[in-house]
Nanobody, 123 residues
């Protein structure tokens, strides 16, 4: 089994910073793109940022210049560094990864999700 475990959410004041972490574990042959999505109350889940295996990032317009998505392939971990947070960034943040499971015999690439972590930006 493959799991994505997120950490780092919480309550922060506007203008503050948070760093989310997402570690993939289990029977993993290879990890491809990783990313973060978020879902605010009453809204659809939306893409925040993605990063390729080679480290090329992509950001939704609303977070460009404020968020970064570093990745540590040795640790099977992706981060979301969030700076200059705004109340509209409040949401549950979900980690996502395209993973080929398996060890000796690799399986087909599957899409995996974490359980979500709450980020609240409020004074």
């Amino acid at each position: 089994q493959v799991q994505l475990v997120e950490s780092g959410g919480g309550l922060v004041q506007p203008g503050g910073s948070l760093r989310l972490s997402c570690a993939a574990s289990g029977s993993i042959f290879s990890i491809y793109a990783m990313g973060w999505y978020r879902q605010a109350p009453g809204k659809q889940r939306e893409l925040v940022a993605t990063v390729t295996k080679g480290g090329i990032p992509n950001y939704t317009d609303s977070v460009k210049g404020r968020f970064t998505i570093p990745r540590d392939n040795a640790k099977n971990t992706v981060y979301l560094q969030m700076n200059s947070l705004k109340p509209e960034d409040t949401a549950v943040y979900y980690c996502n990864a395209d993973i080929r499971p398996g060890t000796v015999i690799p399986g087909p690439i599957k899409d995996y999700w974490g359980q979500g972590t709450q980020v609240t930006v409020s004074s």
